[in-house]
C-alpha cells in the first residue's frame, strides 16, 4: 500500500469542529485519509512520497452537484437569452446535431475543466440516452480521468409529447434496476448510480412528465435507495412564458406538486430552487430533501437569487453546483463558492449574510451528504477517501489575510490548484493529467466538432460577437 505525507500545508478539514491545522500535515494510505492534524504531530517516514507544501491551502476535493457535462458544444451562445427561449432553442438543436462522438469529446472537455479547478466529484445530471447502451461509456470516458461521477440517469416513460417512446413504467424500472447492477461501484466509489426526474411544472405542461412517471420512477428510486435529482422553481418570472406562468396554469408550486404525489422525502435533490415560497421551504426541511444552488447559472439566465439562507436557517441540506457550461461560461467551483457569498449578499443587502465557511460546507461536506457520501468524501477525516485539492496561496491576492478559508473562497481561483488527488491518486499534478491524457489533443478535437454541430444546428449564428453594429446581428436578435 502506497503512503503519500502532505506537509507544511494549511490544511482545511471541514470536519464537524472546521479545523483548521496552519501549519499542518495530511497522511494518505492506499485511497484512503489515515490521518490529518498539526505539522507538530505529523508521523515519521519513510513515506513513498512526500510533498512540501509550502503553505499552500488543502482542502477535500470540491463537489459539483448540478452538471449538465454534455453541454460544452453550445458554450458561449447563450447571451441574452432567457432560460425558457434557451432550453428550448438553442440548447435542444445544438443536442439534436450531436452525435455519440460529439457528447464523448463534451465529456471529456469537462473533466479536464472540473479536474483543473479542484472538483473531484460530480452529479451527471443526464438529459437523455445518447445511444443504445451509453451509459457504460460514459463511466469509461470519466474513469479514464479518475473523476467520481455520480451518474443520474433520467427515467421516462411515454407520456403525450412522447407517444413513441420505447418504454412504459415496466421497461424503465427494469432499465434503471439492470444499469444499477451494471455500473453502481461501491468497491472504489468512482460510479455512483443515481436518476433524474424531471417533473416541475414546465416538463409536465409540456408533456414531458405525468403522475404516472414520478410516481413509478420514484418507486424505483426508493427501493434501490436512489437519489434523485429534479429542476425545481427555476426560469424567469415571466407571465407569457416562464415559472409564473406555469403556476397560475397549474394552480401549484413544483414543491407541492411533490408534496401532493406523496414522494418528496431525503432521496431529492431539488435543483435551482430560485422561487420557493415560505410554504415550499417548510416542505422541503420538513422532508428532509435537499436543495442545489446554482448561483452563477441563475444570474447569467436572469432567473433571479433565490433564498438560499432563508434554506440554510430552516436546516435544509444545502450544496453548490455550476449547470451546464452552455448556461455559464465555467463550471469552476471555486467561483461558485464565491458567487454564492456575494449574490446573497447582495439578496440580503447585509455583508456576510452567507459566511465564507458555510460556502465552504456547501462545495464539500454539504454537498456530500445531499448524495449519501459524507461517509466516504467531503471532509479531511480519517478513514474518509483520500479526495483533496491543494491550491497555490502565492498570489497578490491571497495575501494579508488571516482567514484561510476566505482566502479560499473569496481570493483564489479553481485554476490555483497544483495538486489533485482521487481515492489517494494524483489526476491533476503540476499541470500534468494521468498518463494518456493529452489535454491538447481534447481541447482541438471538441473545439472542431462543436463548429461542426454549430454549423449544422443553425446555431452558429449565436456565434457572433453583440458589440459590432454589423448586418449579421440582425439573424442574431431574433433570438432575444
Given at each position: 500500500?502506497?503512503?503519500?505525507?502532505i506537509?507544511?500545508?494549511?490544511?482545511?478539514?471541514?470536519?464537524?469542529?472546521?479545523?483548521?491545522?496552519?501549519?499542518?500535515?495530511?497522511?494518505?494510505?492506499?485511497?484512503?485519509?489515515?490521518?490529518?492534524g498539526?505539522?507538530?504531530?505529523a508521523?515519521?517516514?519513510?513515506?513513498?512520497?512526500?510533498?512540501?507544501?509550502?503553505g499552500?491551502?488543502?482542502?477535500p476535493?470540491?463537489?459539483?452537484?448540478h452538471?449538465?457535462?454534455?453541454?460544452?458544444?453550445?458554450?458561449?451562445?447563450?447571451?441574452?437569452l432567457?432560460?425558457?427561449?434557451w432550453?428550448v432553442?438553442?440548447?435542444?438543436?445544438t443536442?439534436?446535431?450531436?452525435?455519440w462522438?460529439?457528447?464523448?469529446?463534451?465529456?471529456?472537455?469537462?473533466?479536464?475543466?472540473?479536474?483543473r479547478?479542484?472538483?473531484?466529484?460530480?452529479f451527471?445530471?443526464?438529459?437523455?440516452?445518447?445511444?443504445?447502451?451509453?451509459?457504460?461509456?460514459?463511466a469509461?470516458?470519466?474513469?479514464?480521468?479518475?473523476?467520481?461521477q455520480?451518474?443520474?440517469?433520467?427515467?421516462?416513460?411515454?407520456?403525450p409529447?412522447?407517444?413513441?417512446?420505447?418504454?412504459?413504467?415496466?421497461?424503465?424500472?427494469?432499465h434503471?434496476?439492470?444499469?444499477?447492477?451494471?455500473?453502481?461501484?461501491?468497491?472504489?466509489?468512482?460510479?455512483?448510480?443515481a436518476?433524474?426526474?424531471?417533473?416541475?411544472?414546465h416538463h409536465?405542461?409540456?408533456g414531458r412528465?405525468?403522475?404516472?412517471?414520478?410516481?413509478?420512477?420514484?418507486?424505483?428510486?426508493?427501493?434501490l435507495d436512489?437519489?434523485?435529482?429534479?429542476?425545481?422553481?427555476?426560469?424567469?418570472?415571466?407571465?407569457?412564458?416562464?415559472?409564473t406562468?406555469?403556476?397560475?396554469?397549474?394552480?401549484?408550486?413544483?414543491?407541492?406538486?411533490?408534496?401532493?404525489?406523496?414522494?418528496?422525502?431525503h432521496?431529492?435533490?431539488?435543483?435551482?430552487?430560485?422561487?420557493f415560497?415560505?410554504?415550499?421551504?417548510?416542505?422541503?426541511?420538513?422532508?428532509?430533501?435537499?436543495?442545489?444552488?446554482?448561483?452563477?447559472?441563475?444570474?447569467?439566465?436572469?432567473?433571479g437569487?433565490?433564498?438560499?439562507?432563508?434554506?440554510?436557517?430552516?436546516?435544509?441540506?444545502?450544496?453548490?453546483?455550476?449547470?451546464?457550461?452552455a448556461?455559464?461560461?465555467?463550471?469552476?467551483?471555486?467561483?461558485?463558492?464565491?458567487?454564492?457569498?456575494?449574490?446573497?449578499?447582495?439578496?440580503?443587502r447585509?455583508?456576510?449574510?452567507?459566511?465564507?465557511?458555510?460556502?465552504?460546507r456547501?462545495?464539500t461536506?454539504?454537498?456530500?451528504?445531499?448524495?449519501?457520501?459524507?461517509?466516504?468524501i467531503?471532509?479531511?477525516?480519517?478513514?474518509?477517501?483520500?479526495?483533496?485539492?491543494?491550491?497555490?496561496?502565492?498570489?497578490?491576492?491571497?495575501?494579508?489575510?488571516?482567514?484561510?478559508v476566505?482566502?479560499l473562497?473569496?481570493?483564489?481561483?479553481g485554476?490555483?490548484?497544483?495538486?489533485v488527488?482521487?481515492?489517494?491518486?494524483?489526476?491533476?499534478?503540476?499541470?500534468?493529467?494521468?498518463a494518456?491524457?493529452?489535454?491538447?489533443?481534447?481541447?482541438?478535437?471538441?473545439?472542431?466538432?462543436?463548429?461542426?454541430?454549430?454549423?449544422?444546428?443553425?446555431?452558429?449564428?449565436?456565434?457572433?460577437?453583440?458589440?459590432?453594429p454589423?448586418?449579421?446581428l440582425?439573424?442574431?436578435?431574433?433570438?432575444?
Open positions: 500500500m502506497t503512503t503519500h505525507l506537509r507544511n500545508a494549511c490544511v482545511l478539514t471541514v470536519n464537524a469542529g472546521m479545523e483548521v491545522f496552519d501549519p499542518g500535515f495530511v497522511l494518505v494510505e492506499g485511497d484512503r485519509i489515515r490521518a490529518a498539526p505539522m507538530g504531530q508521523p515519521d517516514g519513510p513515506f513513498d512520497r512526500v510533498t512540501d507544501a509550502g499552500a491551502l488543502l482542502a476535493g470540491l463537489i459539483n452537484l452538471q449538465h457535462v454534455q453541454m460544452n458544444f453550445s458554450k458561449g451562445l447563450a447571451g441574452g432567457r432560460l425558457e427561449k432550453s432553442g438553442l440548447a435542444a438543436k443536442r439534436d446535431a450531436m452525435v462522438e460529439d457528447f464523448a469529446a463534451s465529456f471529456r472537455l469537462g473533466a479536464l475543466e472540473m479536474l479547478t479542484g472538483t473531484t466529484t460530480f451527471h445530471h443526464g438529459a437523455s440516452r445518447y445511444r443504445e447502451g451509453h451509459e457504460a461509456e460514459i469509461a470516458e470519466f474513469r479514464q480521468f479518475g473523476i467520481r455520480v451518474l443520474a440517469l433520467p427515467y421516462q416513460i411515454r407520456t409529447a412522447l407517444p413513441d417512446h420505447p418504454f412504459g413504467p415496466a421497461e424503465a424500472d427494469a434503471l434496476r439492470a444499469r444499477f447492477r451494471e455500473l453502481d461501484d461501491r468497491a472504489t466509489d468512482l460510479v455512483r448510480i436518476a433524474v426526474i424531471e417533473c416541475n411544472a409536465t405542461r409540456a412528465s405525468s403522475d404516472e412517471l414520478v410516481q413509478a420512477g420514484y418507486a424505483t428510486a426508493r427501493d436512489l437519489r434523485i435529482g429534479t429542476h425545481m422553481s427555476g426560469g424567469s418570472l415571466s407571465l407569457s412564458f416562464g415559472f406562468y406555469y403556476k397560475r396554469l397549474t394552480g401549484r408550486s413544483d414543491v407541492e406538486y411533490l408534496r401532493q404525489m406523496g414522494v418528496l422525502d432521496r431529492w435533490l431539488l435543483i435551482h430552487g430560485i422561487h415560497t415560505d410554504q415550499d421551504m417548510d416542505m422541503v426541511a420538513e422532508a428532509g430533501s435537499a436543495v442545489v444552488y446554482t448561483p452563477s447559472s441563475e444570474c447569467s439566465r436572469g432567473g437569487i433565490g433564498p438560499w439562507v432563508e434554506m440554510l436557517e430552516r436546516g435544509i441540506t444545502c450544496a453548490l453546483g455550476s449547470d451546464g457550461p448556461v455559464d461560461y465555467t463550471v469552476d467551483m471555486v467561483e461558485q463558492m464565491k458567487a454564492a457569498c456575494l449574490f446573497q449578499n447582495l439578496r440580503h447585509r455583508p456576510g449574510a452567507l459566511a465564507p465557511a458555510r460556502a465552504l456547501m462545495a461536506i454539504d454537498a456530500a451528504r445531499a448524495i449519501g457520501m459524507d461517509d466516504v467531503g471532509s479531511i477525516e480519517s478513514g474518509k477517501r483520500a479526495d483533496l485539492v491543494m491550491f497555490a496561496r502565492d498570489r497578490a491576492v491571497q495575501q494579508l489575510t488571516d482567514d484561510p476566505a482566502a473562497v473569496l481570493a483564489t481561483q485554476a490555483d490548484a497544483v495538486l488527488m482521487v481515492n489517494g491518486e494524483a489526476v491533476y499534478d503540476a499541470g500534468r493529467f494521468r494518456g491524457i493529452d489535454p491538447v489533443a481534447i481541447m482541438a478535437d471538441a473545439g472542431a466538432r462543436a463548429r461542426r454541430a454549430g454549423i449544422d444546428s443553425g446555431m452558429v449564428v449565436r456565434s457572433v460577437p453583440d458589440w459590432p454589423v448586418p449579421a440582425r439573424e442574431r436578435e431574433k433570438w432575444l
